[in-house]
């Protein structure tokens, strides 16, 4: 429903991409794979839906299905630094063998994170997170495709320019 809201600015070139990305937890040694939809890739606010699945052999088994808002606070003429603040679903499939307290299938939590991103078509990033649910912290790396960057004969509608 989220990327029929955001129709508009999905259908813009150069201001929407798609990304995968590897991830990996520091205090649980889980390795993940993560999947996102970057849009507003230009501007200094970005609202970047996420999926992250960390793998079923890892002592967490969970997969998490969010939203971040990236603020780009230095913006360089090759990079952007940006603070993260994401909010998601997390579904811990193995959380009955988790000797933690409370632990549950069902889950929301959020994060805080820091990231540096390329500014290219191509735009290699790489995440710091911070868990405040579950008091972890993870690393993502990954890349970026920004749809229609580097096309600069674009016919776009009167309305978008």
């Known amino acids: 429903m989220l990327l029929l809201f955001m129709y508009p600015k999905l259908s813009k070139s150069q201001e929407t991409g798609i990304g995968a990305s590897a991830l990996y937890n520091f205090q649980t040694n ?9 849009i507003n890739t230009q501007d200094q606010v ?3 839906p996420q999926l992250a699945y960390y793998l079923p052999f890892d002592k967490v ?5 969010g939203l971040a808002m990236e603020y780009k606070f230095i913006r360089w003429s090759n990079a952007d630094l940006y603070t993260i603040l994401h909010g998601g679903y ?3 499939s193995n959380a009955s063998k988790s000797g933690m307290k409370g632990a549950t299938i069902a889950n929301w939590d959020g994060e805080l994170g820091l990231g ?13 997170r911070y868990n405040l649910r579950f ?16 096309n600069t004969n ?7 320019q």
Do not use: M
């Open 135 to 150: 008091l972890e912290t993870h690393i993502q790396v990954g890349i970026i495709y920004v749809f229609g960057c580097g």
């Open 90 to 92: 997390d579904n811990w």
């Open 46 to 48: 970005s609202w970047t």
């Open 61 to 65: 088994s969970e997969y998490v299905l």
């Open 154 to 160: 674009i016919d776009r509608c009167p309305a978008y």
């Open 116 to 128: 540096l991103a390329g500014r290219n078509c191509l735009k290699p990033f790489v995440e710091y």
């Open 30 to 38: 889980g390795i993940g794979l993560g999947l996102r939809v970057p």
